[in-house]
T-cell receptor, first 114, second 111 residues
């Protein structure tokens, strides 16, 4: 079974631009969660989508948004990029929503904001 | 908010040695997960724990869900060079799908 895939793997943008990242979950998984990883803050939860609905949201500004499609694929968007948005963005999929579900991570998208 | 205090922050050990690391919190969790992350890659799930007191093994790895539900431990026996990486604990509370992550333990193995 194929794992979680994320595209693109690397991205360079400039301040003020916007970016869209894509995540395809493991086949059969219906929940997708997004995390931001930086050296200073570690792994921080952004949001979770299940059945095309946002179920949970972390403490990030409204510039960070996401959506999920009927095939469970998910995208996250960051508008008006800031230097501090440079990070590894990880998505994870699980069979279902709620605790007790094992989350499987993709390789991440490395975003650099210049 | 909930925090997971992971220790040690880093470890230098010799090949063949056993390794222990742990995660503690003041909050109660109902699921603990342990992940390993290699540079530039996403975390890989090693072990999942669902019940207080549970002890689970995966090859040379053994993890335990603390009886108080506020901590968890990971042991690696007879370390080998490919064990190098950053190990994270992560945990859920209740039914929300938000995973809280520890700060990570960087493991380096010398020959």
């Amino acid at each position: 079974k194929a794992g979680v895939t994320q595209t693109p793997r690397y991205l360079i943008k400039t301040r003020g631009q916007q970016v869209t990242l894509s995540c395809s979950p493991i086949s059969g998984h219906r929940s997708v969660s997004w995390y931001q990883q930086t050296p200073g803050q570690g792994l921080q939860f952004l949001f979770e989508y299940f059945s095309e609905t946002q179920r949970n949201k972390g403490n990030f500004p409204g510039r960070f948004s996401g959506r999920q499609f009927s095939n469970s694929r998910s995208e996250m968007n960051v508008s008006t990029l800031e230097l501090g948005d440079s990070a590894l963005y990880l998505c994870a999929s699980s069979l279902d929503t709620g605790g007790f579900n094992e989350q499987f991570f993709g390789p991440g998208t490395r975003l650099t904001v210049l | 908010g909930q925090q997971l205090n992971q220790s040690p922050q880093s470890m230098f050990i010799q090949e063949g040695e056993d390794v222990s690391m742990n995660c503690t919190s003041s909050s109660i969790f109902n699921t603990w997960l342990w992940y390993k992350q290699d540079p530039g890659e996403g975390p890989v799930l090693l072990i999942a724990l669902y019940k207080a007191g549970e002890l689970t093994s995966n090859g040379r790895l053994t993890a335990q869900f603390g009886i108080t539900r506020k901590d968890s431990f990971l042991n690696i026996s007879a370390s080998i060079p490919s064990d190098v990486g950053i190990y994270f604990c992560a945990a859920y509370t209740g039914t929300a799908s938000k995973l809280t992550f520890g700060t990570g333990t960087r493991l380096q193995v010398t020959l």
